[in-house]
């Protein structure tokens, strides 16, 4: 989030949200930091960085609503959107915007890094590609509702040019070795020159299986303090991911040699429509 020396003026104030805790979307076992059985770790980082790879491909051929709200409680700002990712009639990737309000948000302000990680680093992928930048330690096993998981700490062995990584925890489950939840904050946070700071949130997001092969990305949550210069901030953001469906083209997503099918029961969307406060186990 961007932070000048002095905030901007507060163009209009809008109703608070509230937001549900993390306890509220899953029930979370104590830490286990036993080793695993049957597997080495490396087997293990390597098993899911491939289905990492496998998914990013598949959900570069889906339509989804992506829904993202940030919060400044003091002072009740607020910035809103939601937005469909589509197809046009060649195949080629879109945003289209459904609802963008005028933001009121006074403290702080939505930086292009900002929308950047909203759009394609808060649902965070680790691929095999990504694996040599991190160093990644095992921390143990946790139950996450019915998944019994994997746990992974993360952190880019270093800061390459204006590059964005990730930094935090994965849980990965032990029975598809994909990751079903992440918890941390894109790094670095950026400080220049004349009281200018961009600083980032830790947020968590929980992903659901949708098509019976993979786990995509549903909800996220950010509840956190930045600590300005110039004072404390206190910000609260929300991003929904729903309507999940497979584009129909030309293009076959495969998982272990079969064709991914279209998710069950999909339906069409002509008109915004409600998005789940959290996700179904």
Known sequence: MLRYGVASVVLFVSGFVGISSPQALAQEGALDPAPPKGVTTDEIIRHFAAKEKEFQGARDQYTYRQDVRVITPDDNGEYHEIFDVLFDDQGKRLENVVFAPQSSLAMISMSPEDVDDIRHRLPFVLTS??????????????????????????????????????????????????????NGKTVPDIRKKKGQENLFPKFTTWREQIDG???????????????????????????????YKRFGSNVKITYEGQEVQKAPGAKDKTQPQPVPDKPQK
Do not use: M
Not at 131 to 148: A, F, K, S, T
Not at 150 to 173: N, S, T
Not at 216 to 236: C, N, Q
């Open 129 to 182: 590609d990504e694996i040599p930048e991190y160093q990644i330690l095992y921390v143990g096993q946790q139950q996450q509702d019915e998944l019994h998981c994997y746990v992974f700490d993360l952190a880019p062995k270093e800061i390459v040019g204006k590059k964005r990584y990730f930094q935090g925890r994965i849980w990965v489950d032990d029975r598809d070795f994909q990751i079903v939840k992440t």
């Open 213 to 243: 092969k993979y786990w995509f990305p549903t909800y996220t949550k950010a509840d956190d303090t930045l600590h300005f210069s110039s004072g404390d901030v206190h910000i609260r953001e929300i991003v929904k991911y729903s309507d």
